[in-house]
């Protein structure tokens, strides 16, 4: 076991689980830029009508002109495949036939979330870097849950530098039920052959504590940024303002 240092305590512990959004990546500076082109591109597969840009943006919890994300919105906790039957189900209140719908969104994900333009967008989170580095030093295996995609979870870490410092990353489509189930603490537990009582969980969200909950961890940690930290201090074990306090 290792030793953290935070809110002056001293926590031993053998592997640190994260959320990505919101925890690694700045969710604001990163998503509502992301959101605001894919509206754009959606505006080239269909007539983008003030409708229907206000029903996207209310759909996903992303309110681009505002620069405000719902903390309990879709995009915040849900998964990719949720927030895509939502995208679809927007275009089909346009009149548009669900399988086409359907494929326009799944043009959209190539275009925008799996692309450049996704790349260019991602922002780290405040002292991210500093803290997988303190992490490696110590010699605490890292792993990262996240409702999104494990693939672009991993293409994510790339385009921050992170990298080379995260050991698994396990995504909605890793297991069979997403969070706030324990089937991806469960998964990344049995990989490195840690109990998940030896393990503390990182997030930004009401849901990262039920899955830390769920899961049985040590610690559960918060993060606020899109849920304040009232809240989140009535669900995570500790609440820390920014990454650096973990040392």
Same mark, same amino acid.
């Not at 489509?173 to 089937?183: E, G, Q």
């Not at 998940?196 to 930004?204: N, R, S, T």
């Not at 899955?211 to 074990?237: A, C, F, K, W, Y």
């Given at each position: 076991m290792a030793t953290l240092y935070l809110s002056g305590r001293e926590i031993s512990t053998e592997l640190v689980i994260f959320d990505k959004d919101g925890t690694l990546i700045d969710f604001k500076e990163t998503w509502i830029g992301i959101i605001d082109s894919l509206i754009s591109a959606m505006g080239t597969h269909v007539p983008l009508t003030p409708a229907l840009k206000d029903r996207v943006q209310r759909a996903l919890g992303v309110f681009v002109d505002k620069g405000e994300i719902d903390g309990h919105g879709p995009l915040a906790m849900g998964t990719f495949t949720e927030c895509d039957a939502l995208l679809a189900y927007c275009l089909y209140q346009e009149g548009i036939r669900w399988d086409t719908a359907q494929d326009i969104i799944r043009s959209l994900n190539d275009e925008i979330f799996c692309s450049d333009i996704r790349k260019t967008r991602i922002r780290p989170a405040k002292g991210v870097i500093e803290l997988l580095v303190r992490l490696k030093n110590k010699g605490i295996p890292v792993a990262v849950a996240t409702n999104d995609k494990e693939s672009e979870a991993g293409s994510d870490m790339e385009s921050i530098g992170a990298g080379a410092y995260i050991d698994l990353v396990v995504g909605a489509?890793?297991?069979?039920?997403?969070? #706030?189930?324990?089937?991806m603490v469960?998964?990344?537990?049995?990989?490195? @052959?840690?109990?998940?009582?030896?393990?503390? *969980?990182? %997030?930004? $969200?009401?849901?990262?504590?039920?899955? %830390?909950?769920?899961? %049985?961890?040590?610690? $559960?940690?918060?993060?606020?940024?899109?849920? #304040? @930290?009232?809240?989140?201090?009535?669900?995570?074990? *500790?609440?820390?303002?920014? *990454?650096?306090e973990i040392e």
């Open positions: 489509d890793s297991v069979m039920t997403p969070k #706030p189930a324990p089937d469960k998964k990344i537990c049995d990989y490195f @052959r840690i109990e998940p009582g030896k393990a503390i *969980l990182i %997030g930004d $969200t009401v849901m990262d504590a039920m899955l %830390g909950r769920n899961s %049985g961890v040590q610690l $559960t940690i918060g993060i606020p940024g899109i849920v #304040p @930290r009232e809240e989140l201090e009535q669900h995570m074990d *500790l609440v820390v303002d920014s *990454l650096d």
